[in-house]
């Protein structure tokens, strides 16, 4: 009977086909919950890949805890920072240069074989920005290996892409401590 038992639990965890999951909306915790599937996948051997899409020049815990996380977890930060706020002073069409790259590595990674997660971080809200393409979103969506699960973030998910994922959560804020005056907190806002 232990036998049949194993064999069942065996094949329950045998994942045949990945998942494009999207993490969006105007409330705190999308690339949060996209790390939370990096850190249980890490304790399953599973490599993982997040690409950043626009948070690249800034320092924040991910860079420093997927270090620790190696070589399970790999963060390719290559953004310039957040486009046309706070102390952007890079035109857009530098921006837009990098993300192009950014797809361009994203494909690479996702096409690689390498990977059983690959996370495109904030790659929603790039497209809302004009950064890149949804086409070309849409085509990295459609031609991943069937097993790779692909993990999407940022606000402002297009239909298009809800439409081809399996999984969306859209965060809502309902209260933030900046609404009070407090600022990004280490450790838990980066």
């Known amino acids: 009977m232990l036998n049949v038992f194993t064999w069942i639990i065996h094949e329950l965890s045998m994942e045949k086909d990945g998942?494009?999951?999207?993490?969006?909306?105007?409330?705190?915790?999308?690339?949060?919950?996209?790390?939370?599937?990096?850190l249980r996948a890490t304790g399953y051997a599973k490599k993982t890949c997040m690409i950043q899409f626009i948070k690249g020049s800034w320092h924040y815990g991910e860079m420093y805890s997927s270090k620790r996380l190696e070589p399970e977890f790999e963060v390719v930060a290559i953004g310039k920072g957040f486009v046309g706020i706070i102390d952007d002073k890079s035109p857009k069409e530098e921006h837009e240069r990098i993300a192009k790259e950014a797809i361009k590595i994203s494909t690479e990674k996702i096409q690689s074989g390498k990977y059983d997660i690959v996370i495109l971080d904030?790659?929603?809200?790039?497209?809302?920005?004009?950064?890149?393409?949804?086409?070309?979103?849409?085509?990295?969506?459609?031609?991943?290996?069937?097993?790779?699960?692909?993990?999407?973030t940022g606000n402002y998910a297009k239909d298009e892409i809800i439409e081809l994922a399996d999984l969306v959560t859209e965060m809502r804020e309902i209260k933030h401590p900046f609404q009070h005056g407090i600022k990004a907190k280490k450790g838990i806002d980066f």
């Open 122 to 152: 904030e790659i929603n809200y790039a497209i809302n920005l004009g950064l890149v393409k949804i086409e070309d979103v849409l085509n990295l969506i459609k031609s991943k290996p069937k097993e790779l699960d692909l993990v999407l």
């Open 19 to 38: 998942l494009v999951i999207v993490y969006t909306g105007k409330g705190k915790g999308k690339t949060t919950a996209a790390l939370g599937i990096a």
